[in-house]
Structure formats: C-alpha cells, structure tokens
C-alpha cells in the first residue's frame, strides 16, 4: 500500500488533483492517440471517446482509487480492480503497455497543475499509479493464465453457424470456433468481446455476453443494434454485426472474461435486468437450472414492450422449471399484460440474505441498487455488470 509520506500528499492534494483530473484525463487520450493513433483505431470505442464518457471513467478510476488508498491504508479496492482487468484482459490489454499510459498520463498531470507537480507530489503521484498498474497486471496475467493463454493472446477465429432475429433490434448468433477446437470454457454471466473491421478500416471491439448453456463446440451472443439518439452515432460494431454478419461469416473473438458470475451455494437470488441486460441472466438461469438450484430466485426485467423483450420465450421457460422461482416483467406498454412503468420492488418479497445481480442501463441499476438496499439486502451481496465505461463508482 502506499508509504506514510505519499500517503500524506496524497491526501493533502487529492482535492486539487480531483478538480483537474477530467482535464488531465482529456490531455492524456489526446497525447496518448497522437503518439498511437492505431489504439483509438483498434482498441478504444471511438463512441466513449468522441462523448467523453471514456475520460470520465478513466478519472473515475483514479480517483476512487486514490481516495481509497488514503482511506483504507491497510486494504485495496479490489472489486474495482477485478472489473477494470477483466475488461483488460478480454481486450488483450498487454503488461508492457502500462509505461506508456505512464509516460502520456504524468506528462498531462504536469501540464495541468503546473508548478504545483513539486517533485514530490509527483513521487507521491507516482506510487499510486504503479499501486494500481502492478495490481491490475497481476490480476490480469492470473487471468490470461486461467485461459492458457500469452499475455494479451486472447483472440480466436469464430465461425457464424447460425442468426436469429430474436426481436426487430436484437440478432442473436450461434458461434463455434473456426479452427475446429473445443471452445473455451466459461461462467454463466461472462462476456467476449468481439471485434470487427468496418468500413474504413478500424477494427473495433464490444463486449457481449455469452448467452446460454456451455457446450463442447458452440457458443452464443444477443446483440442489440444501438441506433444513435440526440444526434449521437449508431452503434459501430452492432450496427456492423446487423448489417453485415450472417451465417458462415467469421468472427473474431476474445476469450470469456467478466467478474459478474454467480456464487456457489443455495442462497436466494434475484436476478435483475433491463434491455439487453437479459443475456447474462439467462445464461445464469441455465445454470441454475442445471444445477438443479433449490434456493428461491426472483427474476425481475424491465423492458419498452414484450415485443422488445430479447429471448422472453427463454426468461420465462427457465424461471418456470427452477422449484422456488417467480418472475415479474414491466413494460413501457401500457397494454402488455404485465406491471407498467418503472421497476417497483415495493410488493416483491425478498428472503434474508439474497444475493442479487444486476444488468441494464446505469439508470436502471442505480434505481434497483436503492431499492434492494432499502428492503435491507447488503451492499456487498449487490452485483453489477456495465458495458461501456463504468461510471457507477465516480457517482454511486
């Protein structure tokens, strides 16, 4: 953990350094795209990048991590940590990229602050950025180890066998690996990400995730086509995958990562989502169902219409076949058969000691997450998964 001297620092000018730290991450992207254009064209989300979500994660971080290393001396934040790697790692992300974030990132903190960068500000600066760097390349050679995997090696060639048209915004599609060995194994609630090369030339990546029961050879995603609101763009690559990819196309294809994974045990559990958030949970419910799970889950989704729903045949077929499970469905329609409105927990019974899981749009979560804290669920049995930047600890 961080010395008792940068400790001190850090604590006197974390306040200086939280005001300036989106203008710092700001320089940062732009130092570091200049020096490696290829990153925003291959790695980064151009989307994130362009509205500026991205730089607030990337401060988020920071700063959650620094507040939490003065706070708690003796401790580290690892479910942070945990997150932010597996997104690394079903990214490529490399050990030896890490001194370049340095370089471009200590470079835009001595632009911005100044004469007020002393040295040991910096050396104080420093330690907790290599505190983080070190933390999160442990973790994420631990996990391209899990996978028998090189350092970043992370990506294969997946065949398309077949799409399905699960709603008019949502194709799912059936992948099994092109070189004719056994697809890797995975957790229900895990993700890969995909990556795809568009028109001009940019391979860009998006998380997706894997939907359904492990099997020898296959495996599948859901994908939402994010059609721009606000003048905001499409989506890049769904767009691409609804546009362009059809069966006995080839994909390329991370190995599954992701924290959002059940617990063992019988625990009760709730199982929440919004949208596209459903894919996770299904692939959960399977496994439930599986495992033969006798413990109580309640299943909750939010979505516009049930014509909206993605794979709601499959939500409610598996709730269906677990002994002790109940699922409850609002819809934006007014005309839908079910709940109205926005997801009410008021009248959902919750068993003591219910661990729950989360996927949806940040909104969604956040309304969730304080409800399920009111009715006295724990905050550490409430767990989440984002796609895109996380923003949930710089606001929660």
């Given at each position: 953990?961080?010395?008792?001297?940068?400790?001190?620092?850090?604590?006197?000018?974390?306040?200086?350094?939280?005001?300036?730290?989106?203008?710092?991450?700001?320089?940062?992207?732009?130092?570091?795209?200049?020096?490696?254009?290829?990153?925003?064209?291959?790695?980064?989300?151009?989307?994130?990048?362009?509205?500026?979500?991205?730089?607030?994660?990337?401060?988020?971080?920071?700063?959650?991590?620094?507040?939490?290393?003065?706070?708690?001396?003796?401790?580290?934040?690892?479910?942070?940590?945990?997150?932010?790697?597996?997104?690394?790692?079903?990214?490529?992300?490399?050990?030896?990229?890490?001194?370049?974030?340095?370089?471009?990132?200590?470079?835009?903190?001595?632009?911005?602050?100044?004469?007020?960068?002393?040295?040991?500000?910096?050396?104080?600066?420093?330690?907790?950025?290599?505190?983080?760097?070190?933390?999160?390349i442990a973790i994420e050679t631990r996990l391209y180890a899990e996978q028998g995997v090189a350092g970043g090696d992370v990506w294969r060639?997946?065949?398309?066998?077949?799409?399905?048209?699960?709603?008019?915004?949502?194709?799912?599609?059936?992948?099994?690996?092109?070189?004719?060995?056994?697809?890797?194994?995975?957790?229900?609630?895990?993700?890969?990400?995909?990556?795809?090369?568009?028109?001009?030339?940019?391979?860009?990546?998006?998380?997706?995730?894997?939907?359904?029961?492990?099997?020898?050879?296959?495996?599948?995603?859901?994908?939402?086509?994010?059609?721009?609101?606000?003048?905001?763009?499409?989506?890049?690559?769904?767009?691409?995958?609804?546009?362009?990819?059809?069966?006995?196309?080839?994909?390329?294809?991370?190995?599954?990562?992701?924290?959002?994974?059940?617990?063992?045990?019988?625990?009760?559990?709730?199982?929440?989502?919004?949208?596209?958030?459903?894919?996770?949970?299904?692939?959960?419910?399977?496994?439930?169902?599986?495992?033969?799970?006798?413990?109580?889950?309640?299943?909750?989704?939010?979505?516009?219409?049930?014509?909206?729903?993605?794979?709601?045949?499959?939500?409610?077929?598996?709730?269906?076949?677990?002994?002790?499970?109940?699922?409850?469905?609002?819809?934006?329609?007014?005309?839908?058969?079910?709940?109205?409105?926005?997801?009410?927990?008021?009248?959902?019974?919750?068993?003591?000691?219910?661990?729950?899981?989360?996927?949806?749009?940040?909104?969604?979560?956040?309304?969730?997450?304080?409800q399920l804290l009111d009715k006295g669920v724990a905050a550490a049995d409430i767990h989440y998964e984002v796609f895109g930047p996380d923003?949930?600890?710089?606001?929660?």
């Amino acid at each position: 953990m961080l010395t008792e001297s940068a400790a001190a620092v850090v604590r006197a000018t974390l306040p200086a350094v939280g005001a300036a730290i989106e203008d710092i991450t700001e320089r940062f992207y732009g130092k570091l795209f200049a020096a490696r254009p290829e990153l925003l064209r291959d790695l980064f989300n151009r989307g994130n990048q362009a509205a500026g979500t991205q730089r607030q994660a990337l401060a988020g971080s920071i700063a959650a991590f620094a507040t939490y290393l003065v706070e708690h001396p003796d401790e580290r934040p690892d479910v942070m940590l945990n997150r932010i790697a597996h997104k690394h790692a079903s990214l490529g992300v490399r050990a030896d990229e890490y001194p370049l974030v340095h370089r471009h990132l200590f470079e835009a903190i001595a632009e911005v602050l100044g004469d007020a960068l002393t040295p040991e500000v910096a050396a104080a600066w420093d330690e907790v950025y290599w505190l983080m760097a070190n933390a999160l390349i442990a973790i994420e050679t631990r996990l391209y180890a899990e996978q028998g995997v090189a350092g970043g090696d992370v990506w294969r060639q997946w065949e398309v066998v077949a799409r399905t048209e699960e709603t008019p915004h949502v194709a799912s599609f059936l992948l099994r690996p092109a070189d004719g060995h056994p697809a890797p194994a995975f957790r229900a609630g895990q993700y890969v990400s995909v990556q795809v090369q568009l028109a001009d030339g940019a391979r860009q990546i998006r998380q997706y995730s894997l939907t359904g029961a492990p099997s020898a050879t296959t495996r599948a995603i859901a994908v939402k086509q994010v059609t721009g609101t606000g003048g905001d763009p499409d989506g890049e690559v769904s767009h691409h995958l609804h546009t362009h990819v059809r069966q006995g196309d080839q994909l390329r294809v991370s190995a599954p990562y992701g924290d959002l994974v059940l617990e063992p045990g019988d625990a009760p559990l709730l199982l929440a989502s919004a949208g596209i958030g459903c894919t996770p949970m299904l692939a959960m419910l399977e496994q439930l169902v599986a495992t033969g799970h006798p413990g109580p889950v309640t299943v909750v989704h939010a979505d516009r219409s049930p014509g909206d729903h993605a794979l709601s045949g499959d939500h409610e077929a598996l709730t269906a076949k677990l002994p002790a499970a109940t699922a409850h469905f609002w819809y934006e329609d007014p005309d839908s058969g079910h709940r109205t409105g926005r997801v009410d927990l008021t009248d959902v019974p919750l068993e003591t000691g219910t661990r729950a899981y989360l996927c949806g749009p940040l909104p969604f979560m956040r309304a969730v997450r304080g409800q399920l804290l009111d009715k006295g669920v724990a905050a550490a049995d409430i767990h989440y998964e984002v796609f895109g930047p996380d923003l949930w600890l710089a606001q929660a």
